[in-house]
């Protein structure tokens, strides 16, 4: 239990973290090209890829096998498609689907070449306006683990 309890104090300040930056982000306006070339920007925007990809990498590294586990399920050695499928049976996501989308945006982020700007600002937009599902997602599977670990 101390294990997971670990993991989600390590999400909960990924999310912090991006909540802060996502508000920062929005303080300014529509996002565009320009904003590229600011160094303040920049750090921020940097800021939110960071956690936008720990927040995922954290929960599906750790925090999905590790509910299997204290399910009693074994976690270790199943593919990640499999350990999202049976969160989605279980209700702890809402879809496996949905998850992978999130990750096809990260990924997206994360190969984008710096001199793409106008791919990386409708890319760091639709990540943006993903966060919330994130967040909501993460949000979720806290609460219901919660009534899973006192079983």
């Known amino acids: 239990m101390k294990d997971i309890n670990l993991v989600l104090k390590e999400i909960d300040r990924h999310k ?12 300014w306006g529509q996002l565009n090209v320009e904003m590229l070339n600011d160094p303040e920007k920049v750090e921020t925007i940097d800021a939110f890829l960071f956690r936008f990809s720990k927040i995922q990498d954290t929960m599906g590294e750790k925090l999905f096998p590790l509910i299997l586990e204290i399910l009693g399920e074994e976690a270790r050695n199943k593919p990640f498609i499999d350990i999202l499928n049976r969160l989605e049976q279980l209700e702890l996501l809402p879809s496996a689907n949905k998850w992978k989308e999130l990750g096809k945006i990260r990924n997206l982020l994360t190969h984008t070449y710096p001199w793409e700007q106008e791919i990386l600002t409708k890319e760091l937009k639709q990540a943006i306006n993903t966060s919330d599902e994130l967040m909501e997602i993460y949000g979720n599977i806290k609460e219901k683990i919660g009534h899973y670990l006192k079983k």
């Open 16 to 27: 912090d973290r991006l909540e802060y930056v996502i508000k920062k982000i929005k303080s």
